[in-house]
């Protein structure tokens, strides 16, 4: 095994750029390297292996979880990001390894209903520092999975870190120490984590178009008013004239897919070879990001995100989701910051040792926070029956 992540025939075929266990940065806590699998495999591996990554299977994407079997959750959403990404930093010679653990793990700090919970958790947490999901994901890893003997979170390497605080205020970034110093200078993360972060972009933005066309919420007419539907749509009922709704539907999306990973790649090997990058430093030395869209595919990106915002998002259906998720949120987060003996044990526990009896409020609130955050949809519905539902008793 090479101690550059992987074979020595896939190391050798690694770019000058790409991320090699050689020049990482290491992890918070010393440990012996990994026997069989390079310092990125070890933290793929945790990540799939950690309670917070299972829990993603009962967190929503769009929908909440119990409103179908057929709708994406962060788990199949991650899946799919690790997919695009994966396949993109091979043909790109970077580090696909570091690229999956990333994928994997954007997401594990995201709370219940979607991005409608965490803008409650956010209000919530308003006088408290605020809740962001990145920074939340981070906190996962860090310090809130509890599965080693030796140290708290999962201990990965700063790459990894790196990848999942994707954004951060500056207020946030000058506590975090080395982690932050990339966005209080102004510096790039490795390609792999700007990979990693527009394939996400790519899974949800595709994903969402077939998830809302499955629940009736958006139509096949509305997309055709989008350039990056249209096209491929053309396509398709060009070349298969009698494909059923559901199989053209899938193709057409597929493409989508595949036309946007494909610019994606060659777009971004043209501006590495044009930056000249000759090594890891480099690309943190750029002045912007060196993975992206053409310009034309950026524009036709914008109007595909537009218009699910004002179709897909903003649909009744989805904004009683929406209404439903911040009273729920909200009414647990008061709850528990008005009683901390109605939290599980563990979580008294840690405010005791975290918020001296709870006195720090700001502290008590923080281990409140990561409690809710941590709930699937269905488990917040329950733990909110519980509280709220005078016929529950437990």
């Known amino acids: 095994m090479s101690a550059d992540g992987g074979s020595g025939a896939r190391a050798g075929g690694l770019a000058p750029y790409a991320a090699r266990d050689s020049t990482s940065r290491g992890r918070r806590h010393a440990e012996p390297p990994p026997r069989y699998r390079s310092e990125y495999q070890r933290d793929r591996d945790r990540i799939v292996h950690s309670g917070a990554f299972r829990r993603l299977e009962y967190k929503t994407q769009v929908f909440v979880n119990h409103e179908g079997d057929m709708f ?46 965490q803008d409650a958790l956010n209000r919530c947490m308003k006088d408290y520092g605020g809740f962001e999901h990145n920074l ?57 984590a700007q990979l990693a972060n527009l394939a996400d972009e790519v899974a949800y933005n595709n994903h969402d178009v077939d998830d809302g066309l499955r629940a009736g919420l958006i139509t096949v007419e509305q997309l055709r008013g989008i350039g990056l539907f249209e096209e491929q749509y053309r396509l398709v009922t060009e070349d298969h004239p009698n494909l059923s709704r559901r199989r053209l539907l899938h193709e057409v999306v597929r493409r989508m897919i595949n036309s946007q990973v494909t610019d994606l790649i060659e777009t971004s090997r043209a501006a590495i070879e044009a930056a000249g990058v000759g090594g890891i430093e480099d690309v943190r030395a750029a002045s912007a990001p060196l993975i992206g869209f053409s310009t034309a595919m950026s524009v036709r990106n914008r109007e595909l995100k537009r218009f699910l915002h004002e179709h897909l998002y903003r649909h009744y259906r989805v904004r009683r989701m929406t209404a439903k998720a911040d009273r729920i949120v909200g009414g647990l987060f008061e709850a528990f910051m008005g009683d901390t003996h109605l939290l599980p044990q563990d979580y008294q526990d840690k405010i005791l040792r975290m918020a001296g009896e709870g006195r720090d409020v700001a502290a008590r609130a923080r281990v409140v926070a990561d409690y809710v955050a941590g709930m699937t949809d269905r488990y917040a519905i329950d733990e909110y029956e519980k509280l709220f539902n005078p016929s529950r008793l437990t």
């Open 136 to 192: 939340q994901s981070l906190r996962v890893v860090d310090e809130l999975e509890e599965r080693y003997a030796e140290f708290d979170g999962l201990n990965l390497t700063y790459e990894t870190r790196e990848g999942i605080l994707k954004h951060c205020s500056l207020r946030n970034a000058q506590e975090l120490g080395e982690l932050g110093d990339r966005f209080l200078r102004k510096r790039q993360p490795g390609l792999e």
């Open 72 to 117: 994406r959750t962060r788990l199949t959403h991650s899946v799919e990001v690790a997919q695009i990404a994966r396949s993109a930093a091979r043909a790109l010679g970077l580090n696909e390894d570091l690229t999956e653990a990333i994928a994997l793990a954007h997401d594990l700090g995201h709370t219940p209903f979607g991005h409608a919970g």
